[in-house]
């Protein structure tokens, strides 16, 4: 039910096509989530430099040039390496080669970065959740929802990973109930519901569906 790593909300469609149980990775715009006078005026031009490659970056991923993508995400960090969108996508780029050790380091990094930013924290949440690992993929989750506690993606990946471990709880039954009032696929939102109903059931006793 998460949605599968995210580069920029203008590029969201990094991996298939979203599923129940799939999701796509979240991408991070290439301009810098930054205030005005925060970076010193010495590094403003590695700044600028470092947005222009990851710009570069993006084009790239969207013709489907993943090589030259990385290429140009690593460029962009080794000009500025406070640059978390740029770490962020360069992340998303790596898990479509399936490098995931280093995929999962630019994620870090990312967040580093940025600890504002949830998405950094999310894919690496649905890194997990693809190796099959529900519970270190839920903590994770869990990490992006403290930056974020609407963040409809790490919502629908605690979830789900709650669902394959077994282990629903009142949380998750509160994020499900928050999920429903944000997610507009009709297949998430029967989802939802269905698990809502599951766990609400299983609590009283009975069982669903009988």
């Given at each position: 039910?998460?949605?599968?790593?995210?580069?920029?909300?203008?590029?969201?469609?990094?991996?298939?096509?979203?599923?129940?149980?799939?999701?796509?990775?979240?991408?991070?715009?290439?301009?810098?989530?930054?205030?005005?006078?925060?970076?010193?005026?010495?590094?403003?031009?590695?700044?600028?430099?470092?947005?222009?490659?990851?710009?570069?970056?993006?084009?790239?991923?969207?013709?489907?040039?993943?090589?030259?993508?990385?290429?140009?995400?690593r460029k962009s960090v080794?000009?500025?390496?406070?640059?978390?969108?740029?770490?962020?996508?360069?992340?998303?780029?790596?898990?479509?080669?399936?490098?995931?050790?280093?995929?999962?380091?630019?994620?870090?990094?990312?967040?580093?970065?940025?600890?504002?930013?949830?998405?950094?924290?999310?894919?690496?949440?649905?890194?997990?959740?693809?190796?099959?690992?529900?519970?270190?993929?839920?903590?994770?989750?869990?990490?992006?929802?403290k930056a974020d506690g609407?963040?409809?993606?790490?919502?629908?990946?605690?979830?789900?990973?709650?669902?394959?471990?077994?282990?629903?709880?009142?949380?998750?039954?509160d994020l499900i109930r928050?999920?429903?009032?944000?997610?507009?696929?009709?297949?998430?939102?029967?989802?939802?519901?269905?698990?809502?109903?599951?766990?609400?059931?299983?609590?009283?006793?009975?069982?669903?569906?009988?």
């Amino acid at each position: 039910m998460p949605r599968l790593p995210h580069l920029a909300a203008r590029w969201a469609i990094v991996l298939a096509a979203v599923a129940c149980c799939g999701g796509l990775a979240a991408c991070s715009s290439s301009g810098p989530r930054l205030a005005p006078g925060v970076i010193p005026a010495e590094q403003a031009q590695n700044l600028n430099e470092a947005v222009a490659l990851a710009a570069r970056g993006d084009k790239a991923m969207e013709r489907g040039n993943t090589e030259d993508a990385i290429d140009l995400y690593r460029k962009s960090v080794r000009t500025y390496d406070g640059f978390a969108a740029a770490w962020n996508n360069l992340g998303v780029a790596l898990m479509r080669q399936d490098d995931f050790a280093a995929a999962e380091e630019a994620f870090i990094q990312a967040s580093l970065a940025d600890p504002t930013d949830p998405r950094p924290r999310y894919n690496q949440g649905l890194l997990y959740l693809e190796r099959g690992y529900p519970a270190d993929a839920r903590r994770h989750f869990g990490d992006a929802l403290k930056a974020d506690g609407n963040y409809i993606d790490a919502m629908l990946g605690a979830i789900r990973a709650d669902v394959l471990l077994g282990a629903e709880t009142d949380e998750t039954l509160d994020l499900i109930r928050k999920a429903l009032f944000r997610v507009r696929s009709d297949e998430q939102r029967l989802w939802l519901e269905r698990n809502r109903l599951r766990i609400e059931e299983s609590r009283a006793g009975t069982t669903y569906g009988a």
